[in-house]
């Protein structure tokens, strides 16, 4: 099992910046792909940003030059920046985590943190 752990969510005003973290652990499985969805009440959960092991990244539109993903491979943790917010960014934040495990891949997905911003 691979658990993560993410934390930096909060409410903040229009147009500020808030980063999240996505620290995992327990597990010796490889982790490849790290990344962050959203999802907004009554709304499905939809990518915001990826990151491979070797650096790769792939935002969603509407995050391109406001998001920024990070990551350090020796902490296993992701990290979001998220820049010049909107309100339309208000949503529960989830980390996933893509593992190689025995027959494959498997997603895993923390707990999530709400962000909240406010016009």
């Known amino acids: 099992q691979v658990q993560l752990v993410e934390s930096g969510g909060g409410l903040v005003q229009a147009g500020g910046s808030l980063r999240l973290s996505c620290a995992a652990s327990g597990s010796s499985f490889s982790i490849n792909t790290m990344g962050w969805y959203r999802q907004a009440p009554g709304k499905q959960r939809r990518l915001v940003a990826a990151?491979?092991?070797?650096?790769?990244?792939n935002y969603a539109d509407s995050m391109k030059g406001r998001f920024i993903i990070s990551r350090d491979n020796a902490k296993n943790t992701v990290y979001l920046q998220m820049n010049s917010l909107k309100p339309e960014d208000t949503a529960a934040y989830y980390c996933?985590?893509?593992?190689?495990?025995?027959?494959?891949?498997?997603?895993?997905w923390g707990k999530g943190t709400l962000v909240t911003v406010s016009s």
């Open positions: 990151i491979t092991s070797g650096g790769r990244t």
């Open positions: 996933d985590a893509v593992a190689s495990v025995p027959g494959g891949q498997r997603h895993f």
